[in-house]
């Protein structure tokens, strides 16, 4: 009983662990994308597409980060409940 308790609390972090680190790929390749593409479009003499770019870039990496974390909040407050989301308006 300890053993498969010890496990499933061992899998769970390890899956906790594994989304952060994806997130923070994720938003390290947005942010990347974003300024290497403003960069080069700042040397090519358009300075209001390459803020554009960067705003963009900032952009979907913010909603990357939030959206990884409303996941995690509403699976913890799930994982607590036994209540999943389809189920708030029974």
């Not at 609390?9 to 390290?28: C, E, F, P």
């Not at 960069?39 to 990884?68: E, H, K, N």
């Not at 996941?71 to 989301?85: E, L």
């Given at each position: 009983?300890?053993?498969?308790?010890?496990?499933?609390?061992?899998?769970?972090?390890g899956?906790?662990?594994?989304?952060?680190?994806?997130?923070?790929?994720?938003?390290?390749?947005?942010?990347?994308g974003?300024?290497?593409?403003?960069?080069?479009?700042?040397?090519?003499?358009?300075?209001?597409?390459?803020?554009?770019?960067?705003?963009?870039?900032v952009?979907?990496?913010?909603?990357?980060?939030?959206?990884?974390?409303?996941?995690?909040?509403?699976?913890?407050?799930?994982?607590?409940?036994?209540?999943?989301?389809?189920?708030?308006?029974?």
């Amino acid at each position: 009983m300890t053993t498969t308790l010890l496990a499933a609390i061992d899998l769970d972090l390890g899956s906790h662990k594994l989304l952060v680190k994806g997130t923070v790929v994720l938003v390290a390749l947005a942010l990347l994308g974003g300024f290497g593409r403003a960069v080069a479009v700042f040397f090519s003499g358009r300075i209001g597409q390459a803020f554009a770019w960067a705003a963009a870039g900032v952009v979907i990496a913010v909603i990357i980060a939030s959206g990884a974390g409303i996941y995690m909040s509403v699976k913890r407050s799930a994982d607590q409940t036994q209540i999943t989301t389809g189920q708030y308006g029974e």
